[in-house]
T-cell receptor
Framework: GESVGLHLPTLSVQEGDNSIINCAYS??????FIWYKQESGKGPQFIID?????DKRQGQRVTVLLNKTVKHLSLQIAATQPGDSAVYFC????????????FGQGTELSVKP | DAGVIQSPRHEVTEMGQEVTLRCKPI?????LFWYRQTMMRGLELLIY????????DSGMPEDRFSAKMPNASFSTLKIQPSEPRDSAVYFC??????????????FGDGTRLSIL
């Protein structure tokens, strides 16, 4: 029979709109967070990171927001483009845990032209 | 700069055969990670090394899996004997820790493994 795989949350946006992808993390002791983008047939690609002593960090067209009170992380993509279509993963790490990351299940972003 | 390089990109083999996946991390990185990605379980950490020494292999599924890092520029993940349920995409990643703070892991493009 057909196997059941992970059902990824999906976000569909119109080209040019802003996208917001959300992530809830599990460990209140985590102090480092990363967003990755994974396109079909490729490995996860680093987008942006943030440490727990910050609430916000901006990159080129991307912004990461961290709310430690509710253990919530978000990635905002401005002026979303078709090339942004991919699966986006958040990951968390606790200092002195040897770089070991805990990955979320991912969100699939689909950009309509 | 060259990123993480994995080989082969694709591997198709029959059940029971030995499979060896290879990884060259980014030069200067002191951490190396092996992951497995499937539709059912997502991205799972199998094992990671620091300065060529295995630190945490708790994610290795069973004794059929083994990993080595003989030097700072090369690592292998071996499956012997292979089984159909090992079919997945296997990723290698490397990173650099500076002053106790971790830096992003950088991933290779993976090896797509199919066991028939």
């Amino acid at each position: 029979g057909e196997s059941v795989g992970l059902h990824l949350p999906t976000l569909s946006v119109q080209e040019g709109d802003n996208s917001i992808i959300n992530c809830a993390y599990s460990n209140s002791a985590s102090d480092y967070f990363i967003w990755y983008k994974q396109e079909s047939g490729k490995g996860p690609q680093f987008i942006i990171d943030i440490r727990s002593n910050m609430d916000k960090r901006q990159g080129q067209r991307v912004t990461v927001l961290l709310n430690k009170t509710v253990k919530h992380l978000s990635l905002q993509i401005a002026a979303t483009q078709p090339g942004d279509s991919a699966v986006y993963f958040c990951a968390e790490n606790k200092r002195n845990q040897g770089g070991k990351l805990i990955f979320g299940q991912g969100t699939e972003l689909s950009v309509k032209p | 700069d060259a990123g993480v390089i994995q080989s082969p990109r694709h591997e198709v083999t029959e059940m029971g055969q030995e499979v060896t996946l290879r990884c060259k991390p980014i030069s200067g990185h002191d951490y190396l990670f092996w992951y497995r990605q499937t539709m059912m379980r997502g991205l799972e950490l199998l094992i990671y090394f620091n300065n060529n020494v295995p630190i945490d292999d708790s994610g290795m599924p069973e004794d059929r899996f083994s990993a080595k890092m003989p030097n700072a520029s090369f690592s292998t993940l071996k499956i012997q004997p292979s089984e159909p349920r090992d079919s997945a995409v296997y990723f290698c990643a490397s990173s650099l820790a500076q002053g106790g703070f971790n830096q992003p892991q950088h991933f290779g493009d993976g090896t797509r493994l199919s066991i028939l």
